[in-house]
């Protein structure tokens, strides 16, 4: 009987992370669901990819601190033994508005480069003995349309997520051919995330702002952005250095 393949989704009790692990255990995969805060959410993930047939291993781990992510990894390998697709969801940032030079300090750039940025690379590093001996294995990170337009919810994680498309593009030349390497730039997805952090109000705002300027007139989806992890990972064999636009056309901005 063929080994079932195995993804690991980093932040993956809720949101975008939640929904990738969700569409990885729908189509027959084992999947690694991983938290660093509550239990409870991360718990449910689980239990509804059990649900649809899937293996799942739950892990708390802070990607920031290298052990954790050393340790993530020891625990896949004992449980599962392999792993064929890393997909680097776990992320954060401050609210701040761009024009605030002063709302941010060093230790909130260290702190979100460590996740978005450090984290991604550890993770990358802990995992990359197993990813390599699986063919046609991907690592998929998710960046933001932040990176590419110098807007989002601050500068240093508009900053983030440019370094790491950079880190993107670098590890598919240094992991390449065994391994391949993309990103994903969502534009404006819908989460309570979003929602608590910019305020209601002002979120329903940017909500219909982004709608009037995308050529879809849509914002983004976890779904939408599962698709993208399902395919980059899963299915485009022969794609690797890339950093996908998710945006529903926000920079063919409407007349």
């Not at 690694?32 to 959410?41: C, K």
């Not at 997909?87 to 024009?99: E, L, S, Y």
């Not at 003995?129 to 932040?146: C, D, E, F, H, K």
Request: with cysteine; proline share 3%; hydrophobic share 50%.
């Amino acid at each position: 009987m063929e080994q079932r393949k195995v993804c690991v989704v980093t932040g993956s009790s809720s949101g975008i992370g939640a929904a990738t692990v969700r569409l990885y255990a729908e189509n027959g995969w084992d999947v690694v669901v991983n938290y660093s805060r509550e239990p409870a959410p991360a718990e449910a993930v689980a239990a509804e990819c059990r649900e649809l047939g899937a293996q799942v291993l739950v892990v708390r781990a802070d990607i920031s601190v290298d052990a954790d992510c050393r340790r993530l990894a020891a625990e896949v390998e004992s449980r599962f033994g392999r792993v064929d697709v890393l997909v680097n969801n776990a992320g954060t940032t401050k609210f701040v508005a761009a024009k605030d030079l002063d709302g941010l300090d060093a230790d909130d750039f260290h702190r979100i480069y460590g996740i978005n940025v450090v984290g991604a690379f550890q993770m990358v590093r802990a995992l990359q003995p197993m990813l390599a001996r699986q063919a046609g294995a991907g690592i998929v990170n998710v960046s933001s349309i932040a990176s590419l337009m110098g807007m989002g919810s601050s500068l240093a994680y508009m900053a983030s997520k440019g370094a790491l498309n950079a880190l993107t593009i670098g590890l598919a030349r240094a992991l390449g051919p065994a391994i391949r390497v993309n990103a994903i730039a969502p534009g404006l997805v819908e989460t309570p995330w979003l929602q608590k952090g910019h305020g209601a109000e002002r979120y329903a705002q940017m909500v219909q702002g982004y709608r009037e300027r995308a050529a879809l007139d849509a914002v983004i989806t976890p779904a939408d952005v599962a698709d993208a992890a399902w395919f980059l990972g899963a299915v485009a064999a022969k794609t690797t250095g890339e950093v996908l636009l998710l945006d529903a056309g926000l920079r063919l901005t409407r007349g």
